[in-house]
């Protein structure tokens, strides 16, 4: 029988070091590419307060930054399964950076909409042959994956941690202010690809047997998971500030903390992954979305509510890093096209929901579009049924 998984050694899940080590380049470079979608929900309340932007408009640049980034996933990934193209991530963390930086600079919706649009251009040419690199440095640990995918949970958790405050401060020009790190990055991970090259195969390595099927289940897992979080980073902020009371800067410090919460979960996912399996993690994380969802809504205060903010973000992402390795265990072939898919494609799409979001709030506000994501992870709950672990998999 062939096996859909990588040889695992011994250490590959018991040395942590080890697994920072191989993957540190990886997620660092995950990390400054994610802040930049991160700073779309960051600075989505900014635009609202300065420059008038409605509810469905504030919805629109969460739309822009998802057609940006889901829209092309899937042709970058067949590209990266087929070549190298060593210059395609660090070129879309530069390009993710400069459309996002200028964004707050031009005058227009249009602008702003077109912008932001690029920024997830960039973002959707790096997730691909990134995530495929990563997967060859990870081997077959689900730990080490979770440190590539705790990059880019770290990335969303700096951008309100940086983005609300300079933008409070200074306004919305402040956001050019984040165009050097990725230009800068790309150039770091440009000349990672140069040191790497003598020993990084041309071609992916074509391991086991493809599960369209399998996969086609996870991919719709990814879009439920997709549409809640990116519901909750466009609309906690204004949770706080039109609901409970509060002012922009508490509204930020909640979506650190859903973010913060992420990074917690995606890391706790990896441990949990290689000690229970992958499938019984990911059932665990769309089980306990649940309560956490209804927890928050339900606490009025807004400082108590803050603690619960931090559990919903870590709940949430417990199944993060596990996707992306069942997803390119279930397309062994093609570890690019389904990083693309998983880190992208499936990952973004949630942001096709957020126009009809921003409705049920402009009607609602924003504890109705909470509310509506608080049933939402039913359909998670009943599709990863369908999910099973690929080692016990019959070829």
Known sequence: MTSTQETTRPHDVGDPPGHWRRMRVWATAHAVDDFYQGLVPAAVPCFVLQRDFSYVEASGLALAATLGGALPQVPIGLLA??????WMAPLGISLAGIGAGLSGLVPSYPLVF????????????FHPPAGRDARRAAGGSATAMSYFAAGGSVGFFIAPALVTPALDGLGMGATALFVPPAVLMGFVLLRHHDRTAATAAKKVQHQ??????????????????????????????????RHL???????????????????????????LADRIGMVRTVQLGNAAMLPALSLMLVCGNKYAALPLALLVGLVSNIPFAVLIKLGQDYLPSRPGTAAGVTLGLAMSAGGLFMPLLGLIAAHHGPRGALAVLAAVPVIAILVSVALREPAHEPD
């Open 81 to 86: 399964d087929r070549h190298r193209l060593r």
């Open 114 to 125: 077109a912008l932001l649009l690029l920024a997830g251009v960039g973002v959707a040419m």
């Open 208 to 241: 086991g047997k493809d599960r369209p099927g399998r996969f086609a289940a996870l991919t719709a897992v990814e879009i439920v998971r997709s549409t809640i979080s990116t519901g909750l980073n466009t609309f906690v902020s204004l949770y706080w500030i």
């Open 245 to 271: 009371g509060a002012g922009s800067g508490l509204g930020g410090v909640a979506l650190t903390l859903v973010l913060g919460g992420g990074v917690l979960g995606t890391l706790l996912g990896g441990r």
